[in-house]
T-cell receptor, first 111, second 117 residues
């Protein structure tokens, strides 16, 4: 059974810092991994999707990497801003319809 | 595209009443998912449809929950009778799946916040 772990559960940084969020998974037989952002009381917004054949994806200040062999993905946020404060979740898709979500990392960026 | 559309946004109902949640997936997406999110259990998959057919409903808590997808553009999740422990945020998500080699990931709706008193 796939297990997805996100550490730390919460992170607080000053504005302007670069930071890394971690996502680890136990079954490397995945076919893609997706990072989401969730603001309080809101839905999940997709940030980046990495196919199993890819090593990384970039969108603006965000960069996500994938290392299937070690069962890890990281989300790098450059030059963090208070508006980046949210909960970040990763979801691992192992086969059609089977996805496992992590519990998320709650990020607070202080002005 | 307007994205995945869910209604209502909020629902407050009394225990024992029937609740119906609605979802319109993104046009062209062939898979639809109902998730439930609570602080205690995080995101839980309730049911998954592919091409309007229920594929996996193992996450449906009990017989009080039922879901339908009569066509590619509409799905409902019904709870009858509702109980206070059903209080949660219910999300609908859709995906365009193209076999095991590639898919385009989830698009989530804004959710329905259900409170059963």
């Amino acid at each position: 059974k796939q297990e997805v772990t996100q550490i730390p559960a919460a992170l607080s940084v000053p504005e302007g810092e670069n930071l890394v969020l971690n996502c680890s998974f136990t079954d490397s037989a995945i076919y893609n991994l997706q990072w989401f952002r969730q603001d309080p009381g809101k839905g999940l917004t997709s940030l980046l999707l990495i196919q199993s054949s890819q090593r990384e994806q970039t969108s603006g200040r965000l960069n996500a990497s994938l290392d299937k062999s070690s069962g890890r993905s990281t989300l790098y946020i450059a030059a963090s801003q208070p508006g980046d404060s949210a909960t970040y979740l990763c979801a691992v898709h192992t086969n059609a319809g089977k996805s496992t979500f992590g519990d998320g990392t709650t990020l607070t960026v202080k002005p | 595209d307007a994205g995945v559309i869910q209604s209502p946004r909020h629902e407050v109902t009394e225990m024992g009443q029937e609740v119906t949640l609605r979802c319109k997936p993104i046009s062209g997406h062939n898979s639809l998912f109902w998730y439930r999110q609570t602080m205690m259990r995080g995101l839980e998959l309730l049911i998954y449809f592919n091409n309007n057919v229920p594929i996996d409903d193992s996450g449906m808590p009990e017989d009080r929950f039922s879901a339908k997808m009569p066509n590619a553009s509409f799905s409902t999740l019904k709870i009858q009778p509702s109980e206070p422990r059903d209080s949660a945020v219910y999300f609908c998500a859709s995906r365009k799946e193209m076999g095991l080699t590639r898919d385009y990931g989830y698009t989530f709706g804004s959710g329905t916040r259900l409170t059963v008193v």
